[in-house]
């Protein structure tokens, strides 16, 4: 083997980020507890640094690395730069929230890293180890990152609970894994994707790791029926954990699912359509009507994101470039969106106070009008209100599933997305028309509150012109 | 001159951006510098509207003053704005009760002003979107956010039971439309573009027109009010700000009959004759039935949001009542039916003016009473004279008394509907009756008879700044009343396309 046959130069983003990460966590150790912003800013340097190198390694082209288990491709790309872009927002929102918390430690952004290094492999896997491999590499840190604070019982509950349904999904997805490989003969996505399209009859094994591998990443997305971590880790999980959970993630997980499903069983079309469509009616379903009864905010952006999960598994089953392309557009609008709501909880949280109760809001409009508009647009946002980019989101999912013919799966979305707005319009209700409880000021950082306006206001530019962004997903499919 | 200027974008924009630098100016310091700047972005709104009346040419039905640039390409959706004589005299109208908005909220809203202000010029710039979008989505884009100021102005500055009655009306106004986005994309697939001049000429069958006017329908049905879909308003009135209410009656809810033009009749022709019977019942429901609902209420907002319902049920049925004409053979000719769509269209306009002006007129009181059950009334004519003249006139015109603009358009509705079916005018008459019941009963128990209390007693007539609104808008509905010619020349021509258009059957 020479080392051209592993052309390890397209893996330098995360080679670099390997490096710097590695680098952290040694230079970590040194320092005092009064130096620690230094941690932080290693792991942002990391990030960005890993931002630049992608954008310079950027070709437009298909590449395989590591004798075909490592694939480039400008998907990866996109999806790779908003994984880097979303955790850097993560990590400026947590640094007050960890200070006042006493819970500022290297650890977080060393877990953090490493967990991106996972996404990054996931979003780049053409072999079914490399998948597996970047998966719990995201997994175990973001365990870990659960259980961050030591000495919150909710926290220790929630990380158990994680680590156990999680620990169990992934022993779905290597189950189905195996079975493929036993039906294939091959580990490697193309050689699986060329083994069953030469395979003249179905082989019934083959639905059978199918169905494994779908439960193992509906686990992970949170689809229901394979939901029930979900509000649960949300809630317990330290806020800034939360919203690292809740949005990168979802972009590896999207990446994982093309990955399988478009890309290996692209063929198996019509078997998986109809397991997505269970899947994706009862998200919505679960997802929008029980949000309603909750009055933790974090439960109910649990509920919601379940809700945009259906929402996202809509495209996905389209089965067409359109609709791969809108289910794209809309994990990545919609790691934008939650990230900036869980971003508002962080914001109004301070020492002592999580301000996680729908009822902290109260009268945001009299303390700080200004956010109370930017949470307004995120609110609209995930309801799917125009002028605010989720409306695209929608508009491009609904489309795509109404070219297939399934008009009756796109009123399905809509009727759904009707109840859905109800607990939208609570929280902006909460903030505008009541009188405030809390009269603190807030008192975040200005870095904070000049990143979260910028996150608000990058929804409504999105929203007034979604072109550039909506061709560029449309662009990265070559189906 | 002005042919040139990209005039319909300065009409959107001027307010939506004027509204965004009277949020940034806020409350601090000088407090009256957001209303300042409200008006001068108000008035300017105004004035660039009417180069589009004088610069207007009335005799074809093409749009005018268009602008297309291409917005989102995946879609193949415009940025596609143009006019034609049905809906430049509705942008007109918008403008003009903004700035009656502007200066009715001057001294009377005290919380957030700036807010205030800016949620009305930015909803002015939306509604003026909505009347001229040409694209499908675009317009869609502009109907939902519409919403979004609305809500904000009913919930924060509203009456006590605010909040109910703000989330009805958006979740209400949201189901209504939700089904029409799909309607739209639909129709994308079928034709490749979403430019509603395009989805006009597109051919759809029977069954495919049927759903799609189902869902225009539900969304129209909602916003103009019909019956029984209705029963928002009367909350959303009785709740919201003098302001709010006057641009809901005055606009929000001629949106709702625009769609109907623009979308229902010429995109689903077959359809809509085929279900006009359905929408003729709604209509006459809406003008009887609510009409006898209007003359037991309490409240004197109340009374006026289902005087509302009532009048908007002439249009809905001068706009359906079209099928019925040409069904009758006496009258095979276009004309009756051009009474009935002119007639419904003027009835738009005129009740722009006249619920503006009643809604203002129970603003008057409410500001120095603050009730408006009419039972706290009695007598007003003793300390308010001239409020009291001004309000009568006003109550006239609701009853359509000659002369005031709200006699046209019914008696022209009225008579297209004897060509159609003498019982639909029968029906459609006793409004004449009903309405200046509910109408003159309530003056007369509010305005006339002994001074009923002391608060009455200590009232104040018109401030000058209220002199000025009321006026403004009576000379409106004069105008409109004895010379409505300009109004019905200017959309001759664009009634007339239409309605060849949708005399053709599209299987």
């Given at each position: 083997m020479t080392l051209d046959a592993l052309n390890i130069s397209i893996a330098r983003p995360e080679i670099f980020l390997l490096s710097m990460t590695c680098l952290l966590l040694v230079v970590d150790v040194f320092l005092k507890q009064s130096q620690r912003n230094a941690s932080y800013l290693i792991a942002q340097i990391s990030l960005i640094g890993s931002l630049v190198v992608i954008w310079m390694n950027m070709s437009g082209q298909r590449a395989e690395a590591f004798n075909g288990t490592f694939v480039v491709d400008p998907l990866a790309d996109i999806l790779k730069i908003f994984i880097c872009a979303v955790v850097a927002l993560v990590f400026v929102?947590?640094?007050?929230?960890?200070?006042?918390?006493?819970?500022?430690?290297?650890?977080?952004?060393?877990?953090?890293?490493?967990?991106?290094?996972?996404?990054?492999?996931?979003?780049?896997?053409?072999?079914?180890?490399?998948?597996?491999?970047?998966?719990?590499?995201?997994?175990?840190?973001?365990?870990?990152?659960?259980?961050?604070?030591?000495?919150?019982?909710?926290?220790?509950?929630?990380?158990?609970?994680?680590?156990?349904?999680?620990?169990?999904?992934?022993?779905?997805?290597?189950?189905?894994?195996?079975?493929?490989?036993?039906?294939?003969?091959?580990?490697?996505?193309?050689?699986?994707?060329?083994?069953?399209?030469?395979?003249?009859?179905?082989?019934?094994?083959?639905?059978?790791?199918?169905?494994?591998?779908?439960?193992?990443?509906?686990?992970?997305?949170?689809?229901?029926?394979?939901?029930?971590?979900?509000?649960?880790?949300?809630?317990?999980?330290?806020?800034?954990?939360?919203?690292?959970?809740?949005?990168?993630?979802?972009?590896?997980?999207?990446?994982?699912?093309?990955?399988?499903?478009?890309?290996?069983?692209?063929?198996?079309?019509?078997?998986?359509?109809?397991?997505?469509?269970?899947?994706?009616?009862?998200?919505?379903?679960?997802?929008?009507?029980?949000?309603?009864?909750?009055?933790?905010?974090?439960?109910?952006?649990?509920?919601?994101?379940?809700?945009?999960?259906?929402?996202?598994?809509?495209?996905?089953?389209?089965?067409?470039?359109?609709?791969?392309?809108?289910?794209?557009?809309?994990?990545?609008?919609y790691s934008l969106m939650t990230l900036g709501g869980f971003g508002i909880i962080l914001l109004l949280a301070r020492a002592g106070f999580e301000s996680e109760e729908l009822k902290n809001l109260k009268g945001l409009n009299k303390r700080s009008p200004w956010f109370a508009f930017i949470m307004l647009i995120f609110m609209f946002s995930m309801a799917g209100v125009p002028p605010t980019v989720g409306f695209w989101a929608k508009l491009s999912v609904l489309s795509a599933v109404v070219e297939i013919k399934m008009l009756w799966l796109a009123l399905i979305g809509v009727f759904f997305s009707i109840i859905g707005i109800y607990y939208y319009l609570r929280v902006i209700k909460l903030m505008y028309f009541d009188e405030p409880v809390e009269t603190a000021q807030i008192d975040s950082s200005a870095g904070m509150q000049i990143a979260l306006s910028f996150n608000g206001l990058i929804i409504l530019f999105l929203g007034i012109y979604p072109g550039a962004l909506m061709s560029l997903c449309f662009s990265v499919f070559a189906v | 001159m002005f042919a040139e200027w990209p005039l319909l974008s300065l009409l959107v924009w001027t307010p939506i951006l004027g509204g965004l630098v009277v949020l940034l100016a806020g409350d601090h310091g000088a407090a009256l510098g957001a209303k300042r700047l409200a008006l001068i972005f108000s008035v300017a709104t105004f004035v660039l509207s009417i180069p589009l009346f004088t610069e207007f040419d009335s005799s074809t039905a093409a749009m005018q003053f268009v602008e297309v640039y291409p917005w989102i390409s995946s879609f193949n959706i415009h940025y596609h704005f143009g006019v034609d004589g049905i809906s430049m005299p509705l942008i007109i109208l918008t403008a003009f009760i903004t700035v009656v908005v502007v200066i009715a909220g001057w001294e009377v809203i005290k919380e957030k002003p700036s807010q205030y202000m800016a949620a009305f010029l930015i909803m002015e710039g939306l509604m003026i979107a909505v009347f001229s979008a040409l694209d499908a989505v675009f317009f869609y884009v502009f109907w939902e956010g519409m919403l979004i100021p609305m809500f904000i102005i009913i919930g924060v500055w509203g009456g006590p039971n605010r909040v109910y009655a703000t989330i009805k009306f958006f979740i209400y106004t949201f189901i209504g439309s939700v089904f029409m986005l799909v309607a739209m994309i639909y129709m994308y697939y079928q034709s490749g573009s979403f430019n509603i001049l395009d989805l006009h000429n597109l051919k759809l069958n029977m069954n495919e027109q049927f759903w799609i006017f189902l869902a225009f329908l539900m969304a129209f049905a909602v916003k103009v009010p019909m019956w029984p879909v209705h029963t928002w308003l009367p909350d959303a009135h009785v709740e919201a700000p003098t302001g709010g209410s006057v641009i809901l009656a005055a606009i929000m809810l001629k949106i709702g009959g625009y769609g109907f033009i623009r979308f229902s009749l010429p995109i689903t022709p077959d359809a809509s004759h085929m279900l006009d019977w359905l929408v003729i019942l709604m209509s006459l429901t809406a003008v009887v039935y609510i009409g006898f609902v209007a003359l037991v209420q309490n409240d004197m907002k109340k009374l006026v949001a289902y005087s509302s319902i009532s009048h908007m049920g002439f249009v809905t049925l001068g706009l359906f009542v079209v099928f019925m004409i040409w069904e009758n053979p006496a009258n095979s000719h276009i004309t009756g039916a051009v009474l009935a769509v002119e007639g419904a269209i003027i009835q738009m306009v005129s009740h722009g003016f006249i619920s503006a002006a009643m809604f203002l007129a129970i603003g008057v009181l409410y500001d120095r009473m603050h009730s408006r059950n009419i039972s706290d009334y009695g007598g007003v004519v003793n300390t308010m004279p001239v409020f009291t003249a001004f309000a009568v006139f006003f109550a006239m015109a609701n009853v359509g008394l000659p002369g005031t603009s709200g006699f046209v358009g019914e008696f022209m509705v009225i008579l297209a509907a004897f060509k159609a079916n003498f019982w639909f005018a029968f029906l459609a008459a006793l409004t004449l009756i009903i309405g200046a019941a509910y109408t003159l009963w309530m003056v007369k128990r509010v305005y006339f008879g002994e001074v009923a209390n002391d608060n009455v007693a200590k009232l104040n007539d018109l401030s000058g700044r209220e002199t000025l609104i009321m006026t403004l808008l009576a000379i409106a509905v004069l105008i409109l009343g004895l010379w409505p010619a300009p109004l019905i020349d200017v959309m001759h021509a664009s009634v007339n396309n239409l309605l060849h258009h949708i005399a053709v059957s599209k299987l």
């Amino acid at each position: 083997m020479t080392l051209d046959a592993l052309n390890i130069s397209i893996a330098r983003p995360e080679i670099f980020l390997l490096s710097m990460t590695c680098l952290l966590l040694v230079v970590d150790v040194f320092l005092k507890q009064s130096q620690r912003n230094a941690s932080y800013l290693i792991a942002q340097i990391s990030l960005i640094g890993s931002l630049v190198v992608i954008w310079m390694n950027m070709s437009g082209q298909r590449a395989e690395a590591f004798n075909g288990t490592f694939v480039v491709d400008p998907l990866a790309d996109i999806l790779k730069i908003f994984i880097c872009a979303v955790v850097a927002l993560v990590f400026v929102y947590s640094r007050d929230y960890l200070k006042d918390r006493n819970i500022f430690k290297g650890e977080f952004y060393v877990l953090g890293l490493f967990g991106v290094l996972g996404m990054m492999l996931m979003v780049s896997s053409n072999h079914m180890l490399t998948l597996y491999l970047g998966l719990e590499l995201l997994s175990l840190s973001m365990y870990a990152m659960v259980a961050f604070n030591r000495e919150s019982g909710t926290s220790a509950e929630a990380a158990m609970k994680y680590f156990i349904l999680g620990a169990i999904a992934s022993g779905m997805l290597l189950y189905g894994m195996s079975i493929v490989y036993g039906v294939t003969g091959s580990m490697n996505i193309t050689e699986i994707a060329a083994a069953i399209s030469t395979q003249g009859e179905m082989h019934i094994g083959l639905i059978f790791g199918l169905v494994f591998l779908i439960v193992g990443l509906s686990f992970k997305l949170g689809a229901v029926p394979f939901h029930m971590w979900v509000p649960d880790v949300y809630h317990g999980a330290p806020t800034t954990v939360t919203s690292y959970i809740a949005s990168a993630p979802k972009i590896a997980g999207f990446a994982i699912m093309i990955r399988l499903l478009v890309e290996a069983m692209g063929s198996l079309q019509n078997e998986w359509q109809g397991m997505l469509m269970i899947l994706a009616v009862l998200s919505l379903a679960v997802g929008n009507i029980i949000a309603i009864a909750q009055t933790n905010l974090k439960r109910m952006l649990a509920y919601s994101t379940i809700s945009h999960v259906g929402f996202i598994l809509l495209g996905l089953l389209a089965g067409t470039k359109a609709g791969y392309s809108s289910a794209m557009f809309y994990i990545l609008v919609y790691s934008l969106m939650t990230l900036g709501g869980f971003g508002i909880i962080l914001l109004l949280a301070r020492a002592g106070f999580e301000s996680e109760e729908l009822k902290n809001l109260k009268g945001l409009n009299k303390r700080s009008p200004w956010f109370a508009f930017i949470m307004l647009i995120f609110m609209f946002s995930m309801a799917g209100v125009p002028p605010t980019v989720g409306f695209w989101a929608k508009l491009s999912v609904l489309s795509a599933v109404v070219e297939i013919k399934m008009l009756w799966l796109a009123l399905i979305g809509v009727f759904f997305s009707i109840i859905g707005i109800y607990y939208y319009l609570r929280v902006i209700k909460l903030m505008y028309f009541d009188e405030p409880v809390e009269t603190a000021q807030i008192d975040s950082s200005a870095g904070m509150q000049i990143a979260l306006s910028f996150n608000g206001l990058i929804i409504l530019f999105l929203g007034i012109y979604p072109g550039a962004l909506m061709s560029l997903c449309f662009s990265v499919f070559a189906v | 001159m002005f042919a040139e200027w990209p005039l319909l974008s300065l009409l959107v924009w001027t307010p939506i951006l004027g509204g965004l630098v009277v949020l940034l100016a806020g409350d601090h310091g000088a407090a009256l510098g957001a209303k300042r700047l409200a008006l001068i972005f108000s008035v300017a709104t105004f004035v660039l509207s009417i180069p589009l009346f004088t610069e207007f040419d009335s005799s074809t039905a093409a749009m005018q003053f268009v602008e297309v640039y291409p917005w989102i390409s995946s879609f193949n959706i415009h940025y596609h704005f143009g006019v034609d004589g049905i809906s430049m005299p509705l942008i007109i109208l918008t403008a003009f009760i903004t700035v009656v908005v502007v200066i009715a909220g001057w001294e009377v809203i005290k919380e957030k002003p700036s807010q205030y202000m800016a949620a009305f010029l930015i909803m002015e710039g939306l509604m003026i979107a909505v009347f001229s979008a040409l694209d499908a989505v675009f317009f869609y884009v502009f109907w939902e956010g519409m919403l979004i100021p609305m809500f904000i102005i009913i919930g924060v500055w509203g009456g006590p039971n605010r909040v109910y009655a703000t989330i009805k009306f958006f979740i209400y106004t949201f189901i209504g439309s939700v089904f029409m986005l799909v309607a739209m994309i639909y129709m994308y697939y079928q034709s490749g573009s979403f430019n509603i001049l395009d989805l006009h000429n597109l051919k759809l069958n029977m069954n495919e027109q049927f759903w799609i006017f189902l869902a225009f329908l539900m969304a129209f049905a909602v916003k103009v009010p019909m019956w029984p879909v209705h029963t928002w308003l009367p909350d959303a009135h009785v709740e919201a700000p003098t302001g709010g209410s006057v641009i809901l009656a005055a606009i929000m809810l001629k949106i709702g009959g625009y769609g109907f033009i623009r979308f229902s009749l010429p995109i689903t022709p077959d359809a809509s004759h085929m279900l006009d019977w359905l929408v003729i019942l709604m209509s006459l429901t809406a003008v009887v039935y609510i009409g006898f609902v209007a003359l037991v209420q309490n409240d004197m907002k109340k009374l006026v949001a289902y005087s509302s319902i009532s009048h908007m049920g002439f249009v809905t049925l001068g706009l359906f009542v079209v099928f019925m004409i040409w069904e009758n053979p006496a009258n095979s000719h276009i004309t009756g039916a051009v009474l009935a769509v002119e007639g419904a269209i003027i009835q738009m306009v005129s009740h722009g003016f006249i619920s503006a002006a009643m809604f203002l007129a129970i603003g008057v009181l409410y500001d120095r009473m603050h009730s408006r059950n009419i039972s706290d009334y009695g007598g007003v004519v003793n300390t308010m004279p001239v409020f009291t003249a001004f309000a009568v006139f006003f109550a006239m015109a609701n009853v359509g008394l000659p002369g005031t603009s709200g006699f046209v358009g019914e008696f022209m509705v009225i008579l297209a509907a004897f060509k159609a079916n003498f019982w639909f005018a029968f029906l459609a008459a006793l409004t004449l009756i009903i309405g200046a019941a509910y109408t003159l009963w309530m003056v007369k128990r509010v305005y006339f008879g002994e001074v009923a209390n002391d608060n009455v007693a200590k009232l104040n007539d018109l401030s000058g700044r209220e002199t000025l609104i009321m006026t403004l808008l009576a000379i409106a509905v004069l105008i409109l009343g004895l010379w409505p010619a300009p109004l019905i020349d200017v959309m001759h021509a664009s009634v007339n396309n239409l309605l060849h258009h949708i005399a053709v059957s599209k299987l």
